[in-house]
């Protein structure tokens, strides 16, 4: 890829399951250490009870949320929009 634009890699996303819980914070400050994270992409949101680690690996890596997965098909992947995550961990 460096071949066709110098300035690859644009972003290293950390892709994590949220169904690890808090592993997933420890999975993301390692991977953080040894690639240089500049965002993350959370799959298996597919609720807000899951949803709390994304406050923890945001405040732990100072990286933005990306996008996050909400099923199982490619279009499932959306981009993560911090105003209407709150407002859905409100109103459950």
Known sequence: MRKQDERVPHE????LDAGTGQNAVSQA??????????????????GTAR???????????NRPIRYVGV????DDLRDFVARDFVSA???A
């Not at 290293?12 to 892709?15: I, K």
């Not at 099923?71 to 490619?74: A, I, Y």
């Open 29 to 46: 400050i390692e991977f953080d250490q040894a690639v240089g994270v500049t965002g993350v992409a959370v799959t298996k949101l597919d």
């Open 12 to 15: 290293t996303l950390l892709v």
């Open 89 to 91: 961990l409100l109103d």
């Open 71 to 74: 099923g199982e098909q490619s």
């Open 51 to 61: 949803g709390g680690v994304l406050f923890a690996i945001a405040h732990k890596l």
